[in-house]
């Protein structure tokens, strides 16, 4: 596979569940990204992980928990979520500043659409 | 903060004209500008990317443009086509960091 991969592309979830949305990238990346996208909004920058730096939203809730075991690879765990975090789900990826300047393109997945019951 | 803002919020013309969508900063202290294109539901698709350095960039009937100094940024199509009806979004990479700021996007719809 190339790109960008998000499982699952849709979910259904209950207030009381717990789950987890993955992304996988086969660019050789090293930055990875989550964001949110509501109806009307713009993207919501969620969290950051990169060689450089951990970056968290502190606006995010922590009923969302990142997870980021190597560059390749991104979780989002959910629980205990509100009606209200119904969304698309994006993960991206980029190259740090070390790559070559023309490779520095952000190339996102198709995202994940949770809808919380 | 940096702050993205893409003006009109919505665009439709009918198929074949040329188009201009607007993209403006408040900080200049860019290291590229991204623009991207969204269909109802999917994932954002990369179109075009501006180093910092760079005055335009071209690809097909797409041409971006960038005004550091004055925080603009321009993305041109020529001779539209229905396909060409999307979400368009531009994303600044500031100097530092690795994060990237969003403006809301323009809708456009390309009438047959």
């Known amino acids: 596979e190339t790109g960008v991969t998000q499982t699952p592309r849709h979910l259904v979830m209950g207030m009381t569940n717990k789950k987890s949305l993955k992304c996988e990238q086969h660019l050789g990346h090293n930055a990875m990204y989550w964001y949110k996208q509501s109806a009307k909004k713009p993207l919501e920058l969620m969290f950051v992980?990169?060689?450089?730096?951990?970056?968290e939203n502190n606006s995010v809730p922590s009923r969302f928990s990142p997870e980021c075991p190597n560059s390749s690879h991104l979780f989002l765990h959910l629980h205990t979520l509100q009606p209200e975090d119904s969304a698309l789900y994006l993960c991206a990826s980029s190259p740090d500043r070390r790559g070559p300047s023309g490779a520095n393109v952000l190339t996102f997945g198709a995202g994940s659409r949770l809808t919380v019951l | 903060k940096q702050e993205v803002t893409q003006i009109p919020a919505a665009l439709s013309v009918p198929e074949g004209e040329n188009l201009v969508l607007n993209c403006s900063f408040t900080d200049s202290a860019i290291y590229n500008l991204q623009w991207f294109r969204q269909d109802p539901g999917k994932g954002l698709t990369s179109l075009l990317l501006?180093?910092?350095?760079?005055r335009e960039q071209t690809s097909g009937r797409l041409n971006a443009s960038l005004d550091k100094s004055s925080g603009r940024s321009t993305l041109y199509i020529a001779a539209s086509q229905p396909g060409d009806s999307a979400t368009y979004l531009c994303a600044v990479r500031p100097d530092t960091g690795n994060q990237f700021y969003f403006g809301t996007g323009t809708s456009l719809t390309v009438i047959p």
């Open positions: 501006i180093q910092s350095s760079q």
């Open positions: 992980y990169s060689l450089e730096e951990r970056v």
